[in-house]
């Protein structure tokens, strides 16, 4: 039976998804939202929408009890939860089923399973799958990690059993490091997580990353929508992901898919999730880092190379209908691209910019699509994630697909806030960008050093060559002038073209 009405919990760009996958199913779409959302675009686009708390998210997107009444009361079969927020909350999914509403996800036993890292490297080791080598349990004291740190060899990493995504994550350069390092990483992951434990891999120097979208089903068919490429990030915040991976040859494409979908299978994982993978250019290996139990913000380039609707597929998984495809029948086509627009200022150590929408006009065009939660009007606070939009483009080939990009970049149109819409310029520019040679540090050490005003001025070389050109133009008119550039990198003022 399909499901009725899902309650989203969740707010902004992937409420606004999850609300047209509903309305092309033919369900029932509920909003919740907070003090600050009062006008959100996802209340108005929804079927119905009920006020959860105040602006701060534990009042509200995070207030637990208040969800599972509210769907209840409103007569909901399934809750939706996006990313972020509770998606990943193991005790969340128990008591919404416990409650007899459907989460739309997998269960809370492979969310925790998937949580614990050594559970999941243990798992992960034993089913077959590549782990970066290190230990597969925690580190009791400071001899034993003395001990297996000089086995597995300096550099390594501490990480947080509970940590993920980065955080909770040390490197150490050598044994003399070690002890402080140490016991500073259990202390930070206790006060973090609630729990000390840390395990150690070996550090793995320049990797890209590379991830595998799995959908399965609750009868145990599982399949894989191939990967993802991760590597354009800055402090685990991802900017620009695309699909296929300019990266990888047909051979190891087929070994990581397959790696996805074995550990997706051992931990009898259903619905739609994601297998993280480190590649080492270097050595050409792969190797399991963590799953993302939940949809993730970049699932649209994957519905775009595989003509998919991922949230739609999460729906009739959730509802108990059987995947309507084979392995044999997905197949990757083209290539897509997506920058995420964020509310922040590069140039001011990437502060998030808050204030009010006074415009906004997206570009459209063939293979072009945007998927956002703000309006003209919408405020962008404090409250919450800084993501404004994600646009997303689709051409034959990768070449194709970042021009298509840079002109749709060159046509979104937003002002109230500042956005880092020049940075992803910048990115799509960059001759490692364009030869595929970048690695998970290359904001780190491309643009950083140019910050804060250097990097502007290779933005603007093409413009500068054009003004040369149009000078030489207007000379051959017998006009008399002169191109000069007065960009001193601090107040941007160009006087490109001055008449004698
Ligand atoms: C690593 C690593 C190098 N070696 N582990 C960061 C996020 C978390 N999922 C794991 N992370 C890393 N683990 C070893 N043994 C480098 C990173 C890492 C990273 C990984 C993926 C994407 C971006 C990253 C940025 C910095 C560090």
């Not at 760009?13 to 047209?20: D, G, S």
């Not at 909350?89 to 614990?116: C, D, R, Y």
Request: proline residues 3%.
């Amino acid at each position: 039976m399909m499901i009725g009405k899902i309650l989203i919990a969740n707010r902004g760009e992937i409420a606004v998804r999850i609300i047209k996958a509903c309305k092309e199913l033919g369900v029932k779409s509920a909003a919740i939202y907070s003090d600050a959302d009062a006008t959100a675009l996802h209340v108005k686009l929804a079927d119905e929408a009920y006020h959860i708390g105040k602006s701060e998210a534990s009042q509200s997107y995070l207030n637990i009890e208040k969800i599972i009444t509210l769907a209840k009361e409103i007569g909901a079969d399934a809750i939706h939860p996006g990313y972020g927020f509770l998606a990943e909350n193991a005790k969340f999914i128990e008591q919404v089923e416990k409650s007899g509403i459907k989460f739309i996800g997998p269960s809370a036993k492979a969310v925790e399973l998937m949580g614990e890292k050594t559970s999941a490297r243990r798992l992960m080791k034993d089913s077959g799958v590549p782990i970066v080598p290190g230990t597969t349990e925690p580190v009791k004291s400071f001899e034993e990690a003395e001990e297996l740190a000089g086995e597995i060899g300096y550099p390594i990493m501490l990480k947080a059993a509970a940590g993920g995504g980065g955080k909770g994550m040390r490197k150490v350069e050598s044994q003399t490091e070690l002890k402080s390092s140490f016991e500073r990483a259990s202390n930070e992951a206790l006060k973090a997580f609630g729990n000390a434990d840390i395990y150690i891999e070996k550090f793995i120097e320049n990797p890209k990353h590379i991830e595998v979208q799995v959908l399965a089903d609750e009868f145990g068919n599982t399949v894989h929508l191939f990967e993802r490429e991760c590597s354009v990030q800055r402090r685990h915040q991802k900017i620009i992901e695309e699909s296929p991976s300019p990266s990888i040859n047909e051979e190891t494409r087929r070994q990581i898919t397959s790696a996805a979908v074995k550990a997706a299978k051992a931990v009898h994982y259903k619905n739609a999730g994601t297998v993280e993978f480190l590649y080492d250019t270097a050595s050409k290996n792969f190797y399991f880092l963590e799953m993302n139990t939940r949809l993730q913000v970049e699932h649209p380039v994957t519905e775009l190379v595989t003509r998919t609707d991922i949230v739609k597929e999460q729906i009739k998984i959730a509802s108990g209908e059987k995947l309507g495809f084979k392995q044999e029948e997905v197949s990757q086509s083209g290539h897509a691209i997506e920058c995420r627009i964020y509310a922040e200022d590069t140039e001011n150590n990437f502060a998030p910019s808050t204030g009010k929408i006074l415009h906004h006009k997206i570009p459209m065009g063939p293979g072009v699509r945007v998927d956002t939660g703000i309006d003209l009007h919408s405020e962008v606070s404090v409250y919450y994630d800084p993501m404004l939009a994600k646009l997303i483009v689709w051409d034959v080939n990768r070449n194709d697909a970042i021009k298509r990009m840079t002109e749709a970049l060159k046509n979104y149109q937003i002002a109230g806030v500042t956005t880092n819409i020049d940075l992803l310029l910048w990115v799509l520019r960059h001759e490692k960008f364009l030869n595929s040679t970048f690695t998970i540090n290359f904001i780190d050490e491309e643009l950083l050093p140019k910050l804060p005003t250097e990097w502007k001025k290779e933005l603007y070389q093409e413009y500068e060559k054009a003004a040369i050109l149009l000078a030489a133009i207007l000379k051959d008119e017998k006009k008399r002038l002169h191109v000069s550039s007065n960009n001193t990198g601090t107040n941007n003022s160009w006087e490109l073209l001055k008449y004698e």
